[in-house]
């Protein structure tokens, strides 16, 4: 998300909130064990795993609440989980966009790395994702008097996470004891999923003397380097996710100064304006890479747009609010206290039906949003090239 014109105790808030962390809960989900439908791809997908990466959109049990005491540090409780009857270490009532897409390929869902059990099921693939993880390395915002010390993970720690994994199954590091052409297929048969990243280091440099254009180009240089890294460590079938609209999230019209100009949407046009110019220089970022990469299948899943669609007529989806947080407090077109929020003493609740809202808690989404958005990114077209392209490729052998 964008820098918003706040004080610095706005500043320490909105950092707070974005980077919140999920429960150290258990984790496993397969489209067996969840509620819903899940339409699996026909005839087989050909990927064997997942390999996903990102932030709380994306993480299903990496990060420990104990690390948070303040706002949303109670992702270990319910009402988060309430679609499962109990939390399970996602930021929602239910399932994300990854295990929707695990569903489809009728894979399970990737196991989060740093979970026991995930760590015994690498198999399965694995899910390093972290809530509150940072694109640009921790050590730019030591050096920059902007850490609060809690999170420092970074897609440079899921990146080392990976390679450890790897080195563990034999593949690289002092422990490479595969032949190369069995690396090089695991690899190959794996889907590497890369979650939006990069709202949490705009959150950490609010109300501060840093650029938001300084850290814009950082992140894409991050992102660029880390998928660059994994390009060149054979993966070939690969999903980029853009940045969300921002600027439509309950939490961003909570704090935004009351002049601040709405869009066709009723969305912080601000917010949304720097979300579509990072979209549109990581989509260039994107093109390099498969100019050096030609026999990789790189897609961009263009997340802005299928949130617009969303937005633009969420009653087409099932959607009775686009606005108001299912799990918050205070009422208002928002219901969102940043003080009063999910799963704290104050709100031990969530609205009767989640799958009427878009928006869980203020900053993440409800399983019924998820499954819409997965469903537009694997059917609908919203990923370039497309996501069906992308498995007729794999399924060739391409």
Known sequence: ?????????????????????????????????????ARAIRNGSGFSRIYAFGDSFTDIGNTND?????????????????TFGRPTGRYSDGRLVVDFLA??????????????AGAMNSSAGANFAV???????????VRNNLSLDIIQQSLGTQLAWFERLMAERGCGGRRHRRLP???????????????????NDNAYIVGSRVSPDQVQELVLDSVTRFLEALLSKGAKYMVVQG??????????????????????????????????AFNVLLQSRLDDLRRRHPRAIISYADYAAAHRAVMKNPKAFGFR??????????????NFDLFATCATPAVTTACPDPRRYINWDGAHLTEAMYKVLADMFIRRGYCRPSFSFLLSSKQRGV
């Open 1 to 37: 998300m964008a820098p918003l014109s706040f004080t610095p105790s706005h500043a320490v808030l909105f950092f707070l909130l974005f980077l919140s962390v999920c429960s150290s809960s258990p984790f496993a989900v397969t489209a067996a064990a969840v509620p819903g439908p």
């Open 66 to 82: 104990s690390l948070w005491p303040f706002s949303f540090g109670h992702a270990h409780q319910l009402p988060y989980g309430s």
């Open 103 to 116: 569903a489809a390929l009728s894979l399970p869902s990737p196991p989060p790395y740093l979970h026991p």
């Open 131 to 141: 809530a509150g993880s940072t694109a640009i390395d921790h050590s730019f915002f």
């Open 181 to 199: 052409a069995a690396c090089t297929a695991e690899m190959e048969s794996a889907l590497f999923w890369v979650g939006e990243i990069g709202v």
């Open 243 to 276: 940045h969300p609209l921002s600027g439509c999230l309950p939490l961003t019209l909570s704090l935004v100064p009351a002049g601040d100009h709405r869009d066709d949407l009723a969305c912080s046009a601000s917010q949304n304006r720097r979300s579509a």
């Open 321 to 334: 609010e686009p606005f108001k947080t299912c799990c918050g407090s205070g009422g208002g077109p928002f």
